[in-house]
């Protein structure tokens, strides 16, 4: 056991102070990432600060016709809001497709979007991982890559993000909320929330140290239909190994790049009247493998026009 420090914070405001003064401190809310990887020696905070009670779990609609979800509020809360069910079902499904029942109940919104990748190296302290240990480099380059990123990779990290959540939010133009050390409040589309590894794939968002996410606001429904569609080896406990959220006429897949992959170039096919073959045969143009992935591009192929169609038989 590493000693550290804790602390639970009274107000969103003393939280990223002292996050910002105490070197090295985390969040946390839930927990149910954070502490495992404390338990395996991949994270070792010197101070954790518990936002779990802040008043940041609120659902409530936004003057424009959307829904802001407090970043404290937990995954099976929202997953079962009836405004969310309603008019986001793509998000519903999205997190009911990713982990337990019992993990959805301790599980936040804000952490949800700040959990880190499931590749077997960096969980593995005795391998190289450039994520966990920057300069030593990706094992998984000439390992076991068959879970690794068709999209945005680089020769430092081919992970991949893991949240189905995340997913659905790109779909639907979300943004984040978040509140900063210096008492600035920002607001930005949550696929700007996480970076491509690039040459640096230790820092994975683009929060500065002390940003603390306060909220997740959605835009008024888009018009069309929504459906999350996720495949993976078994159906509880289980990695994704691809995933796609509809929402009317946006696509985001999961589990294919170091972030949320808005496939833009999938929208712009369909928006210009290509069948849905030939919009995600467009996307996958630019997509790389590592050989042991290589299923995973033929995998999205097959997966995003069933998807779409679902979508398109299913309006809201």
């Not at 985390?26 to 149910?32: L, R, S």
């Not at 069309?224 to 946006?250: C, E, F, H, M, P």
């Amino acid at each position: 056991m590493r000693p550290f420090t804790f602390e639970r914070a009274t107000s969103t405001q003393a939280a990223v102070k002292s996050a910002a003064e105490i070197p090295n401190s985390k969040f946390i809310a839930g927990g149910t990432n954070l502490l495992d990887l404390m338990k395996l020696e991949i994270e070792h905070p010197a101070h954790l600060i518990d936002v779990g009670r802040l008043p940041l779990a609120g659902i409530e609609d936004t003057s424009e016709g959307g829904l802001r979800i407090g970043a404290m509020a937990t995954n099976s809360h929202v997953a079962a809001h009836a405004q969310v069910r309603s008019r986001y079902p793509v998000l519903t499904q999205a997190i009911v497709a990713g982990g337990s029942g019992q993990l959805r109940n301790k599980a936040t919104t804000g952490g949800n979007l700040m959990q880190r990748t499931r590749c077997v190296y960096f969980y593995d302290s005795t391998k190289p991982c450039n994520k966990r240990q920057p300069g030593s480099g990706c094992g998984a380059l000439e390992g076991l890559n068959r879970n690794s990123a068709i999209f945005g990779a680089s020769h430092a990290c081919i992970a991949t993000h893991p949240s189905d959540m995340a997913i659905a939010l790109a779909a639907l133009d979300a943004k984040v909320e978040t509140l900063s050390p210096s008492g600035q409040v920002r607001s930005f589309a949550a696929t700007e929330l996480h970076r491509l590894p690039g040459e640096t794939p230790d820092i994975e968002t683009h929060l500065i140290p002390g940003e603390l996410i306060t909220a997740v606001v959605l835009p008024p429904p888009p018009k069309g239909g929504q459906v999350y569609r996720k495949v993976r080896d078994r159906a509880s406990y289980a990695a994704g190994l691809a995933s796609v959220a509809i929402a009317g006429g946006n696509v985001a897949l999961g589990c294919v790049a170091h972030k949320p992959w808005r496939a833009e170039k999938a929208e712009a096919a369909l928006a210009s009247g290509s069948s849905s073959a030939e919009a995600i045969a467009a996307e996958l143009s630019e997509a790389s493998n590592n050989g042991r992935n290589r299923f995973k591009i033929d995998l999205i192929a097959r997966l995003v026009p069933v998807a779409i169609a679902q979508a398109n038989g299913s309006q809201i």
